[in-house]
């Protein structure tokens, strides 16, 4: 015990220092390459006080005010200089302005020559940076060897889908062909690393993409009957206006599958845990014990990969569903709302994904190891 405690006393302070690295050696890169056009990195030594906008009509949420601030510049052509400025903002804004931290000014030039500045928001970037290898350094720490294959897999799963998947999709591609390709590639990915047998490898592989594409039906189906057009967030719209040939149904559903690939490859990977294990036990177990072992397994694990999958969602649109309630929607209304049917939408089809991909897993488990075992030479 004494053992481990230095070992996570050490490692947290080896950790420490490497995020320390991190976080400035990203700073150094973003002041060295930031560039983008009116848009400067500042730090704010001295906050000189606020006055009231002459010339603003509105009130309330929208009121304008004036605030003045001592700050220096940290990149570009004035880094290192310090100026004092007067910035718009609105008087309810939540962006606090800090002394010490670091934000992003903008600076508006109009036709006569007068310019107009404004904090546009906190430069965050190394505390960013530095808060993803605090998460990695301490999954690698607690999960030793495991943690670093889980890290390995999500990597390379990501390098997959932004690499492959969203340029496919931008450059015209189907998106619900090229979403059942991604999370066959992306289940054959962490399954390499999680998975330490390698015959089990691709029975969660099939349970997965079998998964999603009864997800994909399901949302089809609902899309059809609901009449959902995709555009029901902000930025699918803007994405509309600027790209009006991609398929936005069509992306509506791969977002939903890519979103629940998580929970339908834990239970796909659960599944196919229980049932090589119980092979390793027993070589001679029969193919229907091995598939109700598989199903008994998958519907212990499916009560909470379903909660997981509908919290998630409901965490995400929770803004918004406080807002219609604010409104005073009743509820047949708030079940109307586009935006609603859009989360039910994504809840349903990623439950029928989990659902379906039980059966799909346990099936591939039941054919790939009866296969093995005959190859074995045991009777079926």
């Known amino acids: 015990m004494k053992r481990y405690g230095l070992y996570v006393l050490s490692s947290t302070v080896m950790l ?8 400035a050696g990203v700073d150094r890169l973003v002041m060295a390459r930031w560039q983008t056009g009116d848009s400067s990195i500042v730090v704010i030594e001295k906050v000189l006080g606020t006055r009231k906008d002459p010339d603003a009509s509105a009130v309330g949420a929208w009121e304008s005010e004036f605030a003045g601030l001592a700050v220096m510049y940290r990149n570009g052509a004035r880094e290192g200089e310090r100026r004092e400025i007067e910035i718009m903002r609105l008087v309810d804004s939540r962006l606090d302005l ?26 965050r970037i190394p ?19 495991s943690g670093l294959k889980a890290l390995a897999g999500l990597f390379l799963s990501l390098i ?58 399901t949302g089809w189906a609902m899309v059809f009957l609901w009449q959902l057009t995709g555009l029901e967030s902000d930025s699918a719209a803007l994405l509309a206006s600027t790209s009006p040939g991609l398929p936005l149904k069509g992306l509506l559903l791969a977002a939903v599958m890519i979103g629940s690939i998580g929970a339908v490859l834990d239970v796909a990977v659960s599944v196919t845990s229980a049932m090589g294990e119980l092979y390793a036990y027993d070589p001679a177990i029969s193919p229907k014990r091995l598939w ?16 997981t999958l509908i919290l998630a969602y409901l965490g995400s649109s929770l803004p918004f569903v406080v807002l219609i309630a604010t409104e005073g929607a009743d509820f047949l209304g708030l079940l109307n709302d ?21 059966p799909a897993t346990a099936a591939a488990g039941v054919w790939l190891i009866s296969a093995r075992r005959r190859k074995k030479g045991f009777a079926s």
């Open 160 to 217: 997959f889908l932004i690499g492959w998947l969203v340029p496919r999709i931008a450059s015209g591609g189907s998106p619900v062909p090229s979403a059942i390709i991604s999370i066959g590639a992306v289940s054959a990915i962490t399954c390499y690393f999680v998975i330490s047998k390698k015959e089990l490898r691709l029975i969660p592989v099939i349970g997965a993409v079998g998964g999603a594409a009864g997800a994909s039906l």
């Open 127 to 145: 505390d960013v940076a530095g808060f993803i290898v605090f998460a990695c350094g301490a999954l690698v720490v607690l999960a030793g060897r």
């Open 98 to 123: 800090i002394p010490g931290r670091s934000y992003l000014l903008l600076e508006d030039r109009f036709d006569d020559g007068t310019v107009q500045y404004s904090i546009s928001d906190r430069y």
């Open 338 to 358: 586009p935006h609603i049917a859009q989360e039910i939408l994504r809840s349903v089809s990623g439950t029928v994904g989990l659902l379906l991909a039980i």
């Open 292 to 307: 109700q072992a598989g199903i008994g397994v998958g519907k212990d694990v499916l009560g909470s990969m379903i909660n």
């Open 16 to 23: 420490a220092l490497i995020v320390w690295a991190v976080s």
